[in-house]
């Protein structure tokens, strides 16, 4: 996501990733007056394949239509044998932001593993050494919900979370509105993202359960009606 001022609909909106000779352009989606959407290219080769991930490559965007300089933003005009050229001012933005491309980690573990339904308290998640957590990037002109460590706790949601180093990120447990006498306990996959939107895949090592209040007599009136369902299933043949 893009966040700025002055973004409009029309059809125009670029989104260039790369360096000067190697470099990835795809459409963008404006969402509103202030933030568009940008689609990470996934077809070039921006870094050499000796490099590895994180790398970081210049980010601009562009509302120009016609068929322009990817670089340079030079329009070019094409009259029958002939080419001109004419120049375009600010054709992509100079801003000096970047984009950085990551390996997703995989939450090896979190600790700990159990809370109460409305208790705040810290959850750490611990990501495999071979796919270690990266330092986040900071923001520029940043606003809240644009961009940070994020974790997620299933259907809850997700809370802000701190990055404390390769292998540890420090999660929130968020807030519920769930009535704490509806729930006995339930589980929930703990994920991270550490760019604020993708999330680590769930797995059964990352599990965390809520604990609510509910007595086993909450599930009777379920019980009963399956009970009178076979029941009547029974009857019937």
């Given at each position: 996501t893009v966040t700025g001022d002055g973004f409009s609909r029309d059809g125009k909106e670029k989104c260039r990733f790369g360096i000067q000779g190697d470099y990835g352009i795809l459409e963008g989606i404006?969402?509103?007056?202030?933030?568009?959407?940008?689609?990470?290219?996934?077809?070039?080769?921006?870094?050499?394949?000796?490099?590895?991930?994180?790398?970081?490559?210049?980010?601009?965007?562009?509302?120009?239509?016609?068929?322009?300089?990817?670089?340079?933003?030079?329009?070019?005009?094409?009259?029958?044998?002939?080419?001109?050229?004419?120049?375009?001012?600010?054709?992509?933005?100079?801003?000096?932001?970047?984009?950085?491309?990551?390996?997703?980690p995989i939450l090896m573990r979190v600790t700990p593993k159990f809370c109460k339904i409305r208790e705040i308290i810290d959850v750490y998640a611990f990501a495999n050494p071979k796919t270690p957590f990266i330092q986040p990037m900071t923001a520029v002109h940043h606003r809240e919900g644009d961009s940070g460590v994020k974790c997620k706790f299933g259907r809850f949601g997700s809370s802000p979370a701190i990055y404390l180093n390769s292998s540890t990120v420090r999660c929130v447990t968020p807030k519920i509105n769930d009535e704490p006498d509806r729930i006995r306990e339930e589980h929930v996959y703990v994920q991270v993202a550490i760019n604020g939107y993708d999330y680590t895949e769930p797995n059964d090592n990352t599990v965390f359960t809520f604990l609510g209040t509910a007595s086993l007599f909450i599930y009777w009136p379920y019980i009963i009606g399956v009970i009178l369902g076979l029941l009547a299933l029974i009857a019937l043949i």
């Open positions: 404006v969402l509103s007056n202030q933030k568009m959407l940008c689609m990470s290219p996934k077809s070039f080769e921006i870094i050499p394949k000796v490099m590895e991930a994180p790398y970081a490559v210049p980010f601009s965007i562009s509302f120009f239509d016609e068929k322009i300089n990817p670089w340079t933003g030079t329009k070019y005009k094409t009259k029958g044998t002939n080419t001109s050229t004419e120049s375009i001012y600010d054709a992509w933005t100079q801003t000096g932001h970047i984009f950085r491309f990551y390996k997703q």
